[in-house]
């Protein structure tokens, strides 16, 4: 009797415990197709912003190149939200603020649409090719002709596969660079056309007083002063999202 009781006992635990597994394969299943249908669903986002954001980004590019006074229109819209700006502070001010939201904005668009295992993985093919040309040099120099044709086909093979890393890279900086030419560019055709109006004179850092007109070479002082407040912002924005 005891021995029944402890095999049906027995019994009962391995049913349990195989009811208990089932539940928890379900559990995983049911876990595993909702991560999926959520990653379904931000990829269809994405899609559709890009369908939507890019073409709107080189429309601007282009809209400026080819439609007459597009980029005044544009300035003018601005123009009411940014002049009482240089009103209570001044352009240059303005200019450093505009760096500071273009340097955090590109930056945020750059961290969450390039793919850094891509350029990762580029720099250490790079590495290897410079390798791979030490060693065919050796052999070179040493008159092994079968070392010499093993490093021409490893050569041969890893630009191949750098010419497929460089394709697919281009394609992942059209996405940023497009995003980035949303806000970049109609603030660059508000500072464009304020500076034409404007013609005063201003006090540029290390510079001196300058007329918003005159030209550090071939770049206006404005354009070089945003410049180097947009190279500054924009590494310390990168430094501080790990980029």
């Not at 002049?83 to 209570?88: C, I, Q, T």
Request: glycine residues 4%; positive net charge; contains cysteine.
């Amino acid at each position: 009797m005891q021995k029944a009781a402890e095999s049906a006992s027995e019994r009962v635990s391995e049913r349990a415990r195989e009811e208990a597994g089932e539940r928890v394969r379900e559990e995983k299943k049911g876990a595993s197709a909702v991560g999926v249908k959520e990653r379904s669903v931000k990829e269809s986002l994405k899609r559709t912003a890009d369908a939507i954001f890019i073409p709107l980004a080189f429309s601007l590019l282009f809209g400026m190149l080819i439609v007459p006074n597009f980029r005044e229109d544009i300035a003018n819209v601005l123009n009411f939200v940014l002049e009482p700006l240089v009103a209570h502070t001044s352009f240059l001010f303005t200019i450093l603020i505009l760096a500071v939201l273009t340097g955090i904005y590109t930056s945020l668009i750059q961290k969450f649409t390039m793919n850094f295992e891509l350029i990762e993985k580029s720099r250490e093919l790079q590495k290897r090719l410079r390798e791979i040309q030490r060693e065919y040099i050796a052999a070179k120099k040493e008159g092994d002709k079968k070392r010499l044709k093993k490093v021409e086909r490893e050569q041969k093979r890893l630009m191949s596969v750098q010419m497929q890393i460089s394709s697919e890279m281009f394609r992942q900086q059209i996405k940023p660079m497009a995003y980035s030419m949303l806000i970049t560019l109609p603030l660059f055709f508000w500072m464009w056309e304020y500076a034409n109006i404007h013609s005063e004179k201003v006090i540029f850092p290390m510079i001196g007083e300058c007329s918003l007109a005159n030209s550090f070479f071939f770049l206006k002082y404005w354009i070089v002063w945003y410049i180097i407040c947009s190279i500054v912002i924009t590494t310390i924005v990168r430094k501080l999202l790990g980029m």
